[in-house]
T-cell receptor, first 111, second 113 residues
């Protein structure tokens, strides 16, 4: 069975600093990968997705992610974090019509 | 405009008392999902429908059932809620193309007393 691992449960960064959230997947030679963001008490919003092609994908809100097959990773990055980015971030992998999520990384942004 | 709507936003039930959560969509998507999300945990896929075809996850307890009477609506029935079933329940939809994203509702927070 596939699994998605997010090694960092919680990350704190200063506003304006760069951010990288880690994600590792374990299934499929050509995985379909996603990053979602969840604000407290809300559903999940898609930040970006990777299906094939360019391994660096751009998303909304200034986020990007890089697919690295050799490392089975799909890390999310942002060059300069804003206070409004504080939220829970989930990496997910799609298999057919099923989506499986990692355990999430909680981001705190300090002034 | 909300496209995936979950009602109610908060639901309180008693231990062992059946409860139904509802989800509706205006996207005409073929695929609808139910996820359970406990505090500080990943959303866990319970089951999904592809049109009328029901697909249960192997580890979803029998206590959880679902109905999809038409394209727009999907229900989650918990036959005998236990304290461990207290969670946020998320509904999501997707079109049939492989590269389509999930659209999530805002969730129903279920409390079991």
């Amino acid at each position: 069975a596939q699994s998605v691992t997010q090694p960092d449960i919680h990350i704190t960064v200063s506003e304006g600093a760069s951010l990288e959230l880690r994600c590792n997947y374990s299934y499929g030679a050509t995985p379909y990968l996603f990053w979602y963001v969840q604000s407290p008490g809300q559903g999940l919003q898609l930040l970006l997705k990777y299906f094939s092609g360019d391994t660096l994908v751009q998303g909304i809100k200034g986020f990007e992610a890089e697919f690295k097959r050799s490392q089975s990773s799909f890390n999310l990055r942002k060059p300069s974090v804003h206070w409004s980015d504080a939220a829970e971030y989930f990496c997910a992998e799609q298999t057919g019509n099923q989506f499986y999520f990692g355990t999430g990384t909680s981001l705190t942004v300090i002034p | 405009d909300a496209m995936v709507i979950q009602n109610p936003r908060y639901q309180v039930t008693q231990f062992g008392k059946p409860v139904t959560l509802s989800c509706s969509q205006t996207l005409n998507h073929n695929v609808m999902y139910w996820y359970q999300q406990k505090s500080s945990q990943a959303p866990k896929l319970l089951f999904h429908y592809y049109d009328k075809d029901f697909n249960n996850e192997a580890d979803t307890p029998d206590n959880f059932q679902s109905r999809r009477p038409n394209t727009s609506f999907c229900f989650l029935d918990i036959r005998s809620p236990g304290l461990g079933d207290a969670a946020m329940y998320l509904c999501a939809t997707k079109g049939t193309a492989t590269n389509e994203k999930l659209f999530f509702g805002s969730g129903t927070q279920l409390s079991v007393l």
